[in-house]
């Protein structure tokens, strides 16, 4: 079941819903560095990383699990034309994580789905091992 958060215009509780205007809807043609098809990605404002970017799809959706086939497929083959882009600016970078959050409780803020592309070198953090499972700082070293 998909859980829609509603927002109202404050002291009318009566009124109709509106939801904030979305980011990635509202976006400056300009911020684009790449498009594929249904997909398009820009670099992160808040990057962890040099080259950290976000693939958007250019439908508004909720969450990765509300992508058609053929938006993940498009955001596929844009994550892999952008990971040969950056290997091939920056000989440093010889890894990567690709992360998605689904839900406040996984951490997403944005609610318009995007898939997080992030290059990776060595000795960018002093332990890696777990990568992702970094989430849950507890469970990362297994």
């Not at 990383?49 to 058609?68: K, Q």
């Not at 938006?71 to 970078?93: N, Y």
């Given at each position: 079941m998909k859980k829609t958060i509603e927002f109202f215009k404050k002291g009318n509780m009566n009124a109709k819903p509106f939801h904030p205007p979305c980011p990635f809807c509202k976006l400056n043609?300009?911020?684009?560095?790449?498009?594929?098809?249904?997909?398009?990605?820009?670099?992160?404002?808040?990057?962890?990383?040099?080259?950290?970017?976000?693939?958007?799809?250019?439908?508004?959706?909720?969450?990765?699990?509300?992508?058609?086939?053929?938006?993940?497929?498009?955001?596929?083959?844009?994550?892999?034309?952008?990971?040969?882009?950056?290997?091939?600016?920056?000989?440093?970078?010889?890894?990567?994580?690709?992360?998605?959050?689904c839900g406040e409780t996984a951490g997403q803020t944005i609610f318009h789905t995007h898939i997080h592309l992030i290059p990776r070198k060595k000795h960018d953090t002093p332990h890696p091992r777990g990568g992702v499972r970094g989430v849950i700082p507890d469970r990362m070293n297994y």
């Open positions: 043609p300009a911020a684009v560095v790449a498009r594929y098809k249904s997909v398009y990605a820009i670099e992160d404002t808040s990057p962890v990383s040099d080259n950290h970017l976000l693939i958007i799809p250019l439908r508004h959706c909720e969450t990765y699990f509300d992508l058609t086939d053929q938006e993940r497929s498009d955001a596929h083959t844009l994550i892999e034309q952008l990971r040969l882009k950056i290997l091939r600016s920056d000989p440093l970078v010889d890894g990567f994580n690709i992360g998605v959050n």
